[in-house]
């Protein structure tokens, strides 16, 4: 595989990786704009923006769009995220001109036409009804809201229907000259592709974009925590906790992740083990940390029998406060060989690799190479890792949401002030 990284003047940074036992490619077009670059007034648009990009141009029809693609045996697609906006194809190599094209096309000549525009409307607002009736869905949107109060980084990116009814053309068009700048734009392409030539592609379609950067977000300050009991006739109740973690460019990062897996990325993590396996409370129990440019949520999600709640949490709690003093050499070389898996499957999808190509260009400024992060991963220690959960259990007090029914929902988001800091530094010192 070869990497080759070029910057046009407008600031659009072009990067590839030339995988020649390929024949198709993966390719789009990664923008730093996401819902935390919504103003108030905003609230949504970034997801309604990436939903009209297939509805027409002043060239095609959005069934042309989807037509030419679909000819050629290709498939179009695009994601909203909180700090990113991603327009991606999956084509054969001979079509990789095909696909700059249109993904050119439906940033650089919008339509936006009132009709679609409409329809569109409507669509997302049968999405926040369809996230409405998923608890998994609401218990995020209400744990977001308290570890984030008042900033866009804790509202949902699909807006609300009195929000969505604010926005016309010329809002689309107008947030797209914002935020949709050169510099903050990356072509990635993986796959069948050829460096030179898809830079000759992009220098020619994507001459338009303006060459001043895009205003920076609002700074996320974590919240003050707390806890919130979110009342549904369910079968289950879900809980979540959530504690403030580390930003992407960390240097601590790697170790809290490999801190993650062995708590709760896995079969053989502590919590699957003692909670599902030992204990039967549950079907689905997992932590997560998702790191973003100047915060980090460090997160854990289950659900259960709403009487077996209360246990729930206060096995949780239990599990996390002892793996920070207890962690073995065992659990962290398991945690890291499958954060080196994870790695190294990925670069066996080109659509994968050039998702990571683009991330790493937008957070780090140029692409990190497979022995640059396998190093970090293998600099991982006991120490290290130790060090980061006492960090993590110590910098804010838990945000806890419960969703469900019956009395033990308050119990068991009382249990969580086991890891408030104080207790916390009672336990660990």
Request: glycine residues 8%; aromatic residues 6%; hydrophobic residues 40%.
């Amino acid at each position: 595989m070869s990497v080759d990284v070029t910057k046009l003047p407008s600031g659009l940074t072009v990067v590839t990786d030339t995988m020649p036992h390929l024949e198709t490619a993966a390719l789009g077009v990664w923008t730093g704009v996401g819902g935390r670059d919504e103003k108030p007034n905003e609230h949504g648009i970034s997801h309604l923006l990436e939903h009209m990009a297939f509805k027409g141009t002043t060239t095609r029809s959005a069934r042309e769009i989807a037509e030419e693609i679909e000819a050629v045996g290709g498939d179009l697609n695009a994601a909203t995220g909180v700090e990113t906006t991603a327009y991606y194809a999956r084509v054969m190599k001979a079509d990789v001109p095909l696909a700059l094209d249109v993904l050119s096309d439906i940033l650089s000549n919008p339509n936006f036409a009132a009709d679609e525009l409409e329809r569109e409307k409507s669509v997302i607002e049968q999405e926040i009804g369809a996230a409405q009736d998923t608890p998994d869905d609401v218990v995020f949107e209400h744990l977001n809201e308290l570890c984030y109060p008042d900033q866009p980084m804790g509202r949902s990116l699909l807006g609300t229907p009195e929000t969505l009814k604010r926005f016309n053309g010329d809002s689309l068009h107008g947030y797209l000259a914002t935020h949709y700048r050169g510099p903050n734009m990356v072509v990635a392409a993986a796959g069948a592709v050829e460096h030179k030539a898809v830079v000759a592609e992009v220098e020619r379609r994507f001459a338009s974009f303006d060459a001043a950067p895009a205003p920076k977000p609002q700074a996320a300050k974590f919240g003050k925590g707390g806890s919130k009991v979110v009342h549904r006739d369910l079968e289950q109740a879900h809980l979540t906790l959530a504690l403030e973690g580390l930003p992407q460019t960390d240097r601590s990062l790697f170790s809290l992740q490999v801190f993650t897996h062995l708590i709760g990325g896995g079969m053989s993590s502590r919590l699957f083990q003692e909670v599902r396996e030992k204990r039967g409370l549950c079907y689905s129990i997992y932590a997560f940390h998702a790191p973003y440019a100047d915060t980090g949520f460090f997160g854990l999600y289950t659900g259960t029998d709403p009487s077996d709640a209360p246990e729930m949490m206060e096995v949780v709690v239990d599990v996390i406060n002892e793996a920070v003093e207890t962690l073995t050499d065992t659990e962290i070389a398991r945690a890291k060989a499958q954060m080196k898996a994870g790695l190294l499957m990925a670069l066996e999808s080109c659509s994968a690799r050039a998702e990571q190509l683009a991330r790493h260009i937008l957070v780090y400024g140029r692409p990190q190479s497979v022995a640059e992060l396998m190093a970090r991963i293998d600099a991982v220690s006991i120490e290290s890792t130790r060090d980061v959960a006492r960090d993590i259990l110590t910098r804010s007090r838990p945000a806890v949401v419960a969703l469900g029914s019956g009395r033990g929902l308050d119990t068991a988001v009382a249990f969580a002030e086991g890891l408030t800091p104080s207790k916390a530094k009672i336990l660990l010192h």
